[in-house]
Structure formats: C-alpha cells, structure tokens
C-alpha cells in the first residue's frame, strides 16, 4: 500500500460508475485502487494501472467559439517543404476545440515556411481576433519549452495573419503536434499554450519536422557489457560464463568480440 493517497476530488457521487482524473502528466504511469465510502475502511479493489503517453493539455475558454461568441480560426494554411496544410472553412470546432491533427506538412530545418490564418473564410462578417502558433518540438507532451511559441509576439486577424514559421536545429525529427489558438482582442490571455481565454477557438494539426536532431536516444553499447567487458584490452571477461550465467553458444564471435578463455 506504500505510495498511496486519496486525491482531491476523487469522490464519486452515489452510484456512480466513472470519474476522470484531471491531473494526468504526459509520460507517466498511475496506479490506481478504489474503495466504496460506506463499505470496510481496510478493504479496497485490486489496483489499475494506467500508462499515460503524450497527453496535452485541453485549454478552456470562458465562452467558445460555439456557445455564442464567434471568436475562430476559419482557414489555417501552412507550406510545407514538400505538401502544404490547407484547411479552408473550417468553421467553428465543436467546444471550441477542433482536432485537425489528421492533417499534415513536412517542416525543414533552416527553412521559412509561410503561414496563413485567417478569422474568415470569404466574404462576411467576422470577429477580429489575435492568434498565435505553438509545436512541441521536444515532442514531450507540452509546449512550454524554448522556442515552442512561433510567433514572438501574438498576431492579430483582421481578417488574416501572415505570418512564418522557422524550425529551430535542436527540434526533434519526426511528427508532432501543432496547436493554432485564436482569442478575442478585448481580453488578453497571454503566451501560454494552455491558459483560459474569455473567447476563442483552438485547431491542431501534425507537422513532421526535418533537418533537426534525431529522436533516438544513444546508447553505447558498453553501458551493456560493464561487468563482463574487460576495457584494459577490449575483450569479454570469462567470469559470467564460468559462472553459468550467460548462453555457452555463439554468437559471441559473430558479432565480433572475442573471449578470454576460450
């Protein structure tokens, strides 16, 4: 039971068969236990786990862009190096929160790539609004690392920013997340990708960044063999497989060690 505790707000009301947990931390994993408030103090279920992976962050507004106030993103362009993001007319996302990530471009490193946002979509009336980009370029499940927000300064739609987006070398290669965030121009709402905005809507996409550094992790193939890796003359110590413990077979030469002993 060591590592347990109750957690805020983690009553259910009577009868009630779910909960979520609002408190969830990208790359973690959770275990779980439950117990019914009117049965035995000592007596609780077996224990869940639950392994989180990416989990960004569901900002809120105080109205969005579909309970009134029409505060949106209405066209998102991106070039790409090779294809472009095009999504005209998007309209307003149900709750505010448009889930566009099936969507995907190709950023390079060293590259300008042109970005165009606009507040609508032809002709009409539209609300002006600022807007500001953010990619998790560390592909870590935020983006509040450096130079995740795009823009240095937010732009405003009247009813279209242009704008660019430059690809830092220290970003990581391969698809992540984009998050484009429209809010209204009379409430601020700051650079943080998930603060609550009084109006507004916010649209994701994928971009797949290129030219940056690679998400592998090395690994040196010696922090594997310390023990039975002799350093002094670079062959494999004999004492693991006196020992029993390692196979008597190949492919010890195979792969190009050689062993001491035979």
């Excluded at 507040?119 to 998790?136: M, N, T």
């Amino acid at each position: 039971t060591s590592g347990f505790h109750a957690l805020p707000f983690g009553a259910t009301g009577t009868n009630a068969t779910s909960w979520a947990d609002q408190q969830l931390e990208a790359n973690t994993t959770y275990w779980y236990r439950i117990k019914a408030s009117n049965g035995d103090c000592g007596t609780y279920s077996s224990v869940a786990t639950v392994n989180v992976g990416l989990a960004y962050c569901m900002p809120t507004f105080v109205e969005n862009c579909s309970e009134g106030t029409q505060v949106i993103v209405d066209r998102f362009v991106l070039t790409g190096t090779a294809s472009s993001i095009n999504n005209d007319d998007s309209n307003c996302s149900p709750d505010g929160y448009g889930n566009f990530t099936a969507l995907s471009c190709t950023l390079t490193v060293g590259t300008a790539h042109a970005v165009s946002i606009s507040a609508l979509s032809g002709a009409g009336q539209y609300f002006p609004a600022r807007v500001q980009v953010w990619i998790d370029l560390d592909r870590n499940g935020d983006f509040s690392g450096p130079q995740e927000r795009m823009f240095t300064t937010f732009g405003t739609m009247q009813p279209t920013y242009n704008g660019t987006i430059n690809i830092p070398a220290t970003a990581l290669n391969g698809p992540t997340r984009l998050r484009v965030r429209a809010w209204d121009t009379a409430n601020p709402c700051g650079d943080d990708a998930c603060a609550t905005c009084v109006y507004g809507e916010i649209e994701e996409y994928t971009v797949v960044i290129a030219g940056g550094q690679s998400a592998d992790v090395p690994v040196p193939v010696t922090v594997f063999l310390q023990g039975p890796f002799d350093a002094a003359n670079g062959n494999m110590r004999d004492d693991l497989r006196m020992a029993g413990l390692v196979p008597l077979q190949e492919p010890f030469t195979a792969l190009g060690f050689t062993t001491v002993g035979g």
